[in-house]
């Protein structure tokens, strides 16, 4: 044991630190070294006179120091037991990580520390440097962003290559902010940083260009060089968000759509009570007091039968039709059509309707025009929409038929009638499946208005589009869009 005065009374006892891997000394209050054992010597690699008279904080490195200054203040002040780690710089090589205990020593003048140098403690700085070796190798492959926050600070010491790739910055660009500099929301950022949960509930961050994402992020704290260390791992989960969003569209779509069609089922059912209980109640008279009955009567009966059953009809078509587009089975099988050509035959199937109510109907087609559409369809679209001009159009009236090409390889088709129109409302409520426009024509025809919700699914399959203008009592006018070409 080597003194810089006289010698202690107690050197004997304290030479047996001197074969040991731990150094011993003791320091003034001013940090000077007054004794050193050579087991010190050994650990900082000098001789008696480089260290006698010198300040300890000397061979500590300049990242440590300050932690080296609090330790000993704190023993002084305190007069407590304290520790800490430090680097000591060894013949200018790197640090070398020591742990020191000190406590002051009984006459207040002087504080003891001991010394451990962890890497002979080891017996191998080899040690050392391979598990630094494969902890910049996890660190730099890890695919999430990866930062080391000081918790007291907020500082960032370090980020790997993901969280420079995520964020758009370059390493020293991250060195010199804070964590909160990253977040978009940096009150609850540093709530999170204070609490300190294992995983972080979502949070919104910044990039360097100003983009705003969503991140998952789970956190972890280490002591290192007695600071507290926060270990943050980021993932971008803008995909997972986006995702979980539009499941959550798609669910409450879903449930619009159960919604609408139980809606759309109720009215069907209530509009096939009509001319069901209608063709019920006539049947049952017929079969109980046929014998007493007129041939007149009959007749009456059997044309308001056939009524009910056409209507009947009609509305099972169409109802059987909707629900094969529903499952996916309609064919769609677009072909050049000469659209006169058609008319003229689609007209066929309505001539009696029309003749029965006395409506005449016109039709102004150029007898070249064709139109690119699948024959059923717009066989079915005609069908429906002629047949509702001729229910709320008067006896007299007139219905008129046109086509007009467009410049924008389309043609416009138009079907007007003389007839009762339409108020705004009920306007409102056609081509949907959720809505009531239940009313009767001007010959008391059940409608349901299942037609033209039809007409407006066969018409979009076309790429096409449907509307309507009308007035109250001065009739109305429906107008559809399909293409002329493939």
Known sequence: MKHAGDKSDAETYLELLDSATIGYCTLSRTGEFTEISNSLFNILGKEEDDLIGKQFSHF?????????????????????????????????????????N??????????????????????????????????????????????????????????????????????????????????????????????????????????????????????????????????????????????????????????????????????????????????????????????????????????????????????????????RMQRGLSLFEPSNLVLNNKIASFLQVLIDSASHKNITIYYDIPEDLEIYADANMIESTFRNLVSNALKFTPKGGKITIEAIPTDHQSVIISIKDSGIGMTREIQDKLFRIDANISRPGTAGEASSGLGLVLCKEFVEMHGGKIWVTSEEGKGSSFFFELPNKA
């Open 60 to 100: 500590v490195s300049a990242d440590t120091q300050e932690i080296f200054n609090r330790f000993v203040e704190k023993i002084f002040d305190g007069h407590s037991m304290e520790l800490c780690e430090v680097g000591l710089i060894v013949n200018g090589e790197d640090p070398n990580f020591v742990r020191i």
């Open 102 to 323: 000190g406590v002051i020593s009984k006459n207040g003048k002087n504080c003891q520390i001991l010394v451990l140098d962890c890497f002979a403690c080891l017996n191998s700085k080899k040690f050392f440097q391979d598990s630094e070796e494969k902890y910049r190798h996890v660190f730099k492959a890890e695919k999430d962003s990866i930062f080391l926050i000081e918790r007291e600070t907020g500082s960032i010491l370090d980020v790997n290559d993901a969280a420079i790739l995520l964020y758009g910055y370059t390493r020293e660009e991250l060195l010199k902010l804070k964590h909160t500099d990253m977040s978009f929301e940096p009150f609850a950022t540093k709530l999170a940083t204070k609490e300190l949960p294992d995983r972080i509930p979502l949070r919104y961050h910044k990039k360097k260009d100003g983009t705003v994402f969503p991140v998952d992020i789970s956190a972890s704290m280490f002591i290192l060089n007695n600071r507290e260390v926060i270990l943050a791992a980021i993932r971008d989960i803008t995909i997972q968000r986006e995702a979980e969003l539009k499941l959550a569209e798609q669910a409450v779509k879903l449930s619009e759509h159960i919604a609408t069609k139980d809606k759309f089922f109720s009215i069907i059912a209530h509009d096939l009570r009509g001319p069901l209980g209608a063709f019920h109640n006539l049947s049952k008279i017929l079969t109980e007091e046929l014998s007493d009955m007129s041939q007149a009567k009959i007749r009456e009966f059997a044309a308001s039968m056939s009524k009910s059953s056409t209507t009947l009809y009609e509305m099972l078509e169409n109802l059987l039709e909707w629900s």
